[in-house]
């Protein structure tokens, strides 16, 4: 098997598993009826990325990427729509989806029908798409800062941080086989985030014998 098509299996495996954690939080919502500690927007900016993402990948012909997001949208979609189920917030969440709905049209048609096709159409496509999908790797960075300070990691999931590295690994990997910098640049902050994600269950592991978690002093 060629290096590419070996890579392009390890990024549909490793991103369609990243995609399904969400399947834990749709479990947590029927389970509970109710939406408690679940985040709506991941939900729905992922919905809007992986709609980017599979453009690029049809207007680019490569298989990988689109089914790749193709099934990660189907997965944001029963999300969403479960989410709208449960919460008590229907009102708002309509508004967000609304919202959403507004600017993956407009986007839509900004790139199939005033951009001329070809690659102006495909290089702003891709630089749209990989400056979103920085966006959303660089987005818990806050979150890691405030776990540095408490130095507690209970609300971080070390399978969805194994996930991330391996696909953003193998999508960077994926990239650079292509020489696509659209597809490799994002994936860089992806593989950052988790290897900090990582040196923090390191750092922080519970303390053999106790409940507590080791401090760091900043």
Do not use: H
């Not at 070809?118 to 891709?126: M, R, V, Y």
């Amino acid at each position: 098997m060629e290096l590419l098509q070996l890579l392009s299996w390890a990024c549909i495996v490793f991103t369609i598993g990243m995609f399904s954690t969400g399947l834990v939080d749709l479990k947590k919502m029927q389970y509970s009826k109710s939406t408690d500690n679940v985040q709506f927007l991941p939900f729905l900016t992922t919905c809007i990325n992986n709609l980017g993402w599979l453009y690029y990948g049809i207007l680019r012909s490569d298989g990988t990427l689109i089914v790749v997001n193709l099934i990660g949208e189907l997965l944001q979609l029963l999300y969403i729509l479960s989410y709208f189920m449960y919460t008590k917030q229907k009102r708002q969440v309509a508004y967000q989806i609304v919202g959403g709905a507004a600017v993956a049209t407009s986007a839509w048609f900004y790139f199939s029908k005033i951009l001329p096709p070809g690659d102006i159409q495909l290089n702003q496509l891709g630089l749209i798409c990989s400056v979103a999908t920085i966006g959303v790797y660089l987005s818990p960075l806050t979150d890691l800062v405030a776990i540095v300070r408490s130095g507690n990691i209970q609300c971080l999931s070390f399978p969805l941080t194994v996930a991330t590295f391996l696909t953003s690994t193998s999508w960077f990997l994926y990239g650079l086989q292509l020489e696509d910098y659209y597809i490799l640049v994002p994936n860089l902050p992806g593989i950052f985030t988790s290897t900090i994600r990582f040196y923090l269950f390191w750092r922080f592991a519970p303390v053999t014998g106790s409940a507590s978690y080791k401090s760091m002093q900043i």
